[in-house]
């Protein structure tokens, strides 16, 4: 079974509103955290977010909020007034355990692109 | 301060020869990761060092993939009798001591005839 999923290959938002991409995760951990990174075209993977799963409180991070939903494992990231350079590929990631040395899953990424 | 940096940033190969791909991680982070990224897939795990010594490298695909990284710092991802299969960005990432986030590097593209 897939780690991570995310369903939508591509997203379009227009430049200002609000856009929420999906992830799911599948661990039978208790103790996990989820992560998304941006990749531009430049391919370096840039971190926006972190949400632990003991947090109570979804994370939020600047014009990016992580709405975390832990019954139904889901981690979807939510980007406010979106901004041309905000149009990218967008991958979720878990690590399993408390250890901050454990290995990403990654999922496949959604591809971002905001309108002018 | 300096991010992750990798070299080459591009490296052509034919297949059977050997390649080894750099990565010169955040100073100070005690944690060092390599992935692989094929294209239209997010990143797979290969191998994560905590100091000199490989702490898990359950990723690696086969024994031609093997790293080091002697002094805890520089790491070197050595790949032996490339296969065109390897085609992929190869990607680097380390973490500091505690920290929850992963910091990557540009990555290095292997293309391999």
Redesign the interface.
Known sequence: AQK?TQTQPGMFVQEKEAVTLDCTYDTSDQSY?L?W?KQPS??????LI?Q?SYDEQNATEGRYSLNFQKARKSANLVISASQLGDSAMY?C?M?EGLG??????????TSLTVIP | GAGVSQTPSNKVTEKGKYVELRCDPISGHT?L?W?RQSL??????LI?F?GTGA??DS?LPNDRFFAVRPEGSVSTLKIQRTERGDSA?Y?C?S?GQ??????????T?LTVT
């Open positions: 991570i955290g992560f990174y430049s391919g370096e993977m840039i971190f972190y632990g991958f990631a690590r901050t040395g454990n290995q990403f899953y990654f999922g496949t990424g | 944690a990761y992935y239209g897939q997010g990143p797979e795990f994560y905590q702490a898990d990723g960005v990607l990432a973490s505690g920290a929850q986030e992963q910091y990557f590097g540009p990555g593209r």
